[in-house]
């Protein structure tokens, strides 16, 4: 229940965070706090329970939407990139927060290609890099490269349960 909420406060935070000049020592706080999280539930991806590891591929679903750019940014800011961050913001080094959204990628990317992925995580994690495509295009290529590769080398635990 901690990732479901984590992912859902990730958005805000950083919807709240990237809008803001200024930013109040809670939210500060509460940035660091989600920062330090991040960290583990990237490696919820290894648990053992298939529950939490299908959670941690919903959060970085949403934090590679949250810290990459938008082609097309929507005017009045109703979804959450880096395009929102000002080039002068006081804390934020949007440079940085892309990087870590492309490590998120990368290790959902590495995830999907294991040949130990389960047959519900592997679904999970098609539907997210799915939608990690459609919203952001310049992740289009590398995620079709990772459905190509699976097309090619089924994971064995997913020819098992066909």
Known sequence: RVIQVITACTETCCCGKFHREKIP???????????????????????????????????IEVLVLCQSLHPNPPEDGSEVCINLIPPDHVTLDSSSLKAEGGVAFQSLVNFT??????????????????????????????????????????????????
């Open 25 to 59: 020592q809670d939210m500060t706080e509460a940035w660091v706090h989600l920062s330090h999280l991040k960290g583990f539930i990237l490696e919820a991806l290894d648990a053992e329970n298939e529950g939490i590891r299908t959670h941690a591929i919903k959060f």
């Open 113 to 162: 290609t294991t040949q130990t992925i389960t047959p519900m995580n592997l679904m999970t994690s098609v539907g997210s890099l799915t939608n990690v495509a459609k919203q952001r295009p310049n992740y289009l290529g590398p995620v079709v490269q990772v459905f190509e590769s699976l097309h090619a080398n089924l994971p064995p635990t997913l020819s098992k349960s066909c």
